[in-house]
């Protein structure tokens, strides 16, 4: 007997809005991920085009803002300077640091990274973690950073030698995947030439791999490793030996570069077409 599956609508009612309220008259924007809180009772949405992190409550079944603003149009450029980190422009993923429930963001049209401290009252106090204008540059200070349209980040459990916290991005635009110590901003894997990375297809060293559009990432159970979506090549790929500069080496585990399609069966053969995001199947 074949298992019979059924799909359900969990939130939204099937219009494009910015309703809050009851999960399913509540309405969206384009959402574009979702992250779990660290007591399961609650999902936080990416919604992109509201510019917005949104909260479902489970116990009640009622979606909320949890931050960002509905006016949130992209306000960099030379008439503005640099917007509140208050404000996102189309937010293209959200995690969450399950060790602290400060909420991370992909500020994706600001070309930054957000991280969101709750406060008191269900309110969130949010400050820039890394990012300044658009651009591709590391920085010794996340302030001295530019990234151009990341889509992705993700914090590790495990801290480095001085304690402090470990975050990797997609810097998706840049074709590249960053990691952020403290306040420092590097080049884990792909291009970081100082306009805009390299793209392709190339397996080896990190320091020599070449991406195209990574958007999603994902940490192993052991933090050894990342598997990268790589949107542009159609592929999903993994990067070994965090931590270990040196040894540091990515390798494509299903997909043929550079070529769409739908297609099952071995991993070097299977095709995909504009893979988003991956997971863990526990």
């Known amino acids: 007997d074949m298992m019979e599956e059924h799909l359900t609508i969990f939130a939204g009612a ?23 809180s660290p007591d399961g009772q609650s999902i936080f949405v990416a919604d992109d085009k509201n510019h917005r992190i949104r909260k479902i409550a489970l116990a009640d079944g009622v979606v909320s803002t949890a931050f960002g603003k ?15 980190p208050s404000k996102l422009c189309r937010p293209h993923g959200v995690s969450i640091d399950l060790s602290t429930g ?47 349209y990341p889509y992705c980040i993700v914090t590790c459990k495990k801290k480095d030698a001085s304690g ?19 306040s420092k901003v590097s080049t884990v ?13 190339k397996d080896g060293r990190a320091s020599e791999a070449l991406f195209q559009r990574p958007t999603h990432i ?16 159609q592929c999903i790929r993994r990067i070994h030996d965090l931590g270990r500069e040196q040894k540091t080496w990515v390798e494509t585990l ?25 997971q863990w199947l526990e």
């Open 218 to 233: 994902l940490l192993s159970a052991d933090e050894d490793s990342l598997i990268v979506t790589d949107h542009g090549n």
């Open 189 to 201: 894997a792909g291009s970081s030439k100082s306009y805009q990375g390299d793209c392709g297809h």
């Open 102 to 148: 400060d909420i991370l963001i992909p500020d994706t049209d600001h070309h930054r990274l957000i991280r969101a401290k709750k406060v008191s009252n269900g309110a969130y106090e949010a400050e820039i973690l890394a990012g300044s204008e658009e651009g591709c540059a590391n920085g010794k200070r996340g302030v001295d950073a530019q990234f151009r």
């Open 14 to 36: 099937g219009n494009v809005g910015s309703k809050d309220g009851d999960r399913l008259a509540a309405s969206f924007h384009a959402p574009f991920g979702l992250a779990i």
């Open 70 to 84: 509905l006016d949130g149009k992209q306000l960099q450029g030379e008439n503005y300077g640099p917007p509140p």
């Open 254 to 278: 299903a997909g043929v570069p550079q070529k769409s399609g739908f297609k099952d069966g071995s991993a070097s053969k299977a095709l995909f077409n504009n893979p988003y995001s991956t």
């Open 164 to 182: 402090a916290t470990i975050y990797y991005a997609a810097d998706t635009d840049n074709h590249r995947i960053v990691k952020i110590v403290g």
